[in-house]
């Protein structure tokens, strides 16, 4: 899977607690995702980074955040879970953004909030 | 804002039968890929297609693109069970700075009977 390596693979939490996904990348790409995949939905944007401490929103950021003070890592937290955002969450890289270079996915993070 | 759309979301499929599935996208893209997923499993990258006109194929699965009719099809040549999964297209957003984000369809959930 592209040396990326998600973890936990699966949790369950409680309303309210937050939670922190991580994504540990071996390959220095530059640019990382996080994306949620729920039934219906395909897979959306959570947010991204393209580069240390560079991160932006994606179309469904609301209730997240995150950090990447090295290249290597990109972490989700959720502040506060709830309900909505039971999901499989997918971490995904980049060498670059010019022609031909597919996104390579994590194994991906199932969580479940009660 | 870009949306992605397939169909059909679901495909039941008898073996040795040829089928479609179509990608539409609404705005103005210069790469459009197809992913595969397994059930539990991460996404596998399967084809990029980069220019009007654009054809791949990779043993039963042949992808094409046209950017003018902003559509896309993955067509299915003589189906086997091996191919029963979940296939998605993804698309990026044409100008300015994307930082490579895709924008994904719901995906096609394939059934391929005996």
């Known amino acids: 899977d592209a040396g990326i390596t998600q973890s936990p693979r699966h949790k369950v939490t409680e309303t309210g607690t937050p939670v922190t996904l991580r994504c540990h990348q071996t390959e220095n790409h530059r640019y990382m995702y996080w994306y949620r995949q729920d039934p219906g939905h395909g897979l959306r944007l959570i947010h991204y980074?393209?580069?240390?401490?560079?991160?932006d929103k994606g179309e469904v950021s609301d209730g997240y955040s995150v950090s990447r003070s090295k290249t290597e890592d990109f972490l989700l937290t959720l502040e506060s879970a709830t309900s909505s955002q039971t999901s499989v969450y997918f971490c995904a890289i980049s060498e670059q953004t010019g022609l031909n270079s597919p996104l390579h996915f994590g194994n991906g993070t199932r969580l479940t909030v009660t | 804002e870009l949306k992605v759309e397939q169909n059909p979301l679901f495909l039941s499929m008898q073996e040795g039968k040829n089928y479609t599935i179509y990608c539409n996208y609404s705005t103005t893209s210069d790469r459009l890929y197809w992913y595969r997923q397994d059930p539990g499993k991460s996404l596998e990258s399967l084809f990029v297609?980069?220019?009007?006109?654009a054809v791949k194929q990779e043993g039963r699965l042949m992808a094409s693109l046209d950017t003018k009719a902003r559509l896309s099809t993955l067509h299915i040549t003589a189906a086997v069970h091996d191919l029963s999964a979940t296939y998605f297209c993804a698309v990026v957003n044409a100008g300015g700075t994307s930082y490579g984000k895709l924008t994904f369809g719901q995906g096609t959930i394939l059934t391929v009977h005996p």
């Open positions: 980074s393209y580069g240390v401490k560079d991160t």
């Open positions: 297609l980069l220019s009007n006109g």
